[in-house]
């Protein structure tokens, strides 16, 4: 097999990775715009590095491995390895790991994490062989708007309105100090999400990025629930061909157990329903008992679970 191992070179090879990634996870496709965005809002105090395997001039697979900025520790980084469908059982995935994990060692790699679908049986089977263990699971939800009944919660926004919460949409606030104030909501919020890690937080300039000015962000479909003056919880969609994401929903702890996370998320839902009726998707970590059983409330589908997986490397070195 001749088979050639390189480090990617961009903007060249964006195109030849996101049809790798896309092959490997047809449900979430990827452009190689989306891909050039990735690297240009990518933290640069974080390490990040892609290879190719490629073969008679055909990039069959994609091996990349950063820090995870979310929940940074030194001697972590995160690895993922993908090898076009049409391609597998050759042993190329065993010789992209062994590159990379000789790479990886240069610079001092003491944990590996990666994260798996449930389903793709013949991946985990790989990480086991090679050490990897599972320590967390991550739910993915979706739901069918045009299917949804609001019925039942038709006088919510009246009640909490008799509490002096109001619902705004972030683009309708107009708030000259808007963008500070979901930042720093934001960094609370990401507090009281159960992580592996204590979050790290980023700076404004980094943040708003992602958050602010991402493309896929909709100002008009984030939802902020106000109280006094006072933001106290949110929740946002983003837009992606197909479908929307629910990039956050949250709120403040002195102001839970009223249903405003209900309130947010039915806002969301009402907006997905009037322009286009997209399928929502959403996203929550295993121990979050009190959202996942919103979104099962709210008839959101559980998906298969994206398994988190780790390997120490300490004893090998």
Known sequence: ????????????????????????????????????????????????????????????????????????????FGVRLSVLPHERNRGIGGLMYERLLEHLRSLGARELLCSLDERRGEALAFARHRGFEEFWRMFESRLDPKAFDFTPYALLEQRLGAEGYALRTYAELADPQGEQKFYELHWQLMQDIPMDEPPQREPLEQWRKQWTQNPRALPEACYVALKDGRWVGISNLWAYDGYYLIALTGVLREHRGRSLALALKLAGIRYALEHGGLEIRTFNDSPNRAMLGLNRKLGFVPQAATIQMRKTLAAEL
């Not at 070179?9 to 490997?24: E, I, K």
């Not at 996870?25 to 990040?48: F, G, K, M, N």
């Open 1 to 76: 097999m001749g088979l050639r191992f390189r480090e990617a070179s961009f903007p060249a090879d964006y195109a030849a990775m996101a049809a790798v990634l896309s092959a490997v996870y047809p449900e979430w496709p990827r452009s190689a715009q989306d891909l050039e965005r990735d690297d240009a809002t990518r933290d640069p105090r974080y390490y990040w590095k892609v290879f190719l395997a490629e073969e008679d001039g055909e990039v069959v697979g994609v091996a990349s491995a950063g820090h995870l900025s979310a929940m940074h520790r030194e001697g972590r």
